[in-house]
């Protein structure tokens, strides 16, 4: 696989490894939003559930060390909500028989922001399998390799998975707007874009920093 490395996240995970406060609350805000919102996605909106994994993972990416060969500190970070949710509830991301007549690539939607949340309800009725190798690919710009290694599938499983999902945003595009909406000039991919953690969250995962590293001191 091919590292995909945000330098700035990467340096901040070493810090907040080491117990720099600072950079753990960088981290806390860079990626606490995308977490839920990746979270939500699998485990649905029950209350507290999708801020619990996103609290594991943050945490989660400060104590223990990322297995040999991780891309990056956000590939890391998404593994880990993955893995917490697939620890907790059922959580098959597999290719079924009748995954196997999308034989063909299909392009992308562009998901934008507000493209994104004008397809959610098209999203939500997916099957999971179909729906997170969409978003990780065309909303958090993962590629090929890097979503294979987050949903730990072969790449080959993970192209059968994103045409499927594609073809039903395709569908619901046509639907919604008449045609697929070009890409917007310039404007980045969507991310999985969040509202962040709530103050609450926010001042628990500190806390919970604090007593790691005084307890790791001692």
């Given amino acids: 696989m091919a590292p995909t490395s945000d330098r ?3 340096n901040a995970l070493e810090l907040a490894r080491a117990g720099d406060e600072a950079s753990f609350l960088l981290l806390v805000d860079t990626y606490g939003g995308r977490l839920s919102r990746l979270a939500r996605e699998i485990v649905g909106s029950a209350p507290g ?15 223990n060390a ?3 060969g991780t891309p990056s500190a956000r590939l890391w970070l ?10 907790r509830w059922p959580l098959e991301v597999a290719v079924h028989p009748e ?9 992308p939607v ?4 507000p493209v994104l949340d004008a397809l959610q309800p098209a999203l939500a009725e997916m099957p999971l399998r179909h729906r997170l ?4 690919a065309d909303a958090e710009g993962c590629g090929e390799a890097e979503a294979a290694w987050l949903l730990s599938i072969a790449p080959a499983d993970q192209r059968v998975l994103l045409r499927c999902g594609r073809a039903a945003l395709h569908r619901a595009a046509n639907a919604r707007f008449g045609s697929v909406p070009p890409p917007q000039p310039g404007a980045p991919l969507g991310r999985l874009r969040g509202d962040g953690l709530s103050e609450r969250a926010r001042n628990r995962l500190l806390i919970t920093y604090r007593t790691a590293f005084r307890g ?3």
Avoid: C
């Avoid at 998404?78 to 620890?87: D, H």
């Avoid at 995954?99 to 392009?107: E, I, L, R, S, T």
């Fill in 133 to 136: 190798p969409v978003l990780l």
């Fill in 8 to 10: 700035s996240s990467d």
């Fill in 78 to 87: 998404l593994r880990l909500v993955v893995e917490a949710a697939r620890n």
């Fill in 110 to 113: 562009p998901l934008d922001g």
């Fill in 49 to 63: 559930r999708a801020e619990t994994l996103a609290r594991e993972a943050l945490l989660g990416v400060v104590q």
């Fill in 66 to 68: 990322p297995p040999p």
């Fill in 216 to 218: 790791s001191l001692r």
């Fill in 99 to 107: 995954d196997a007549a999308f034989a063909h690539d299909v392009p």
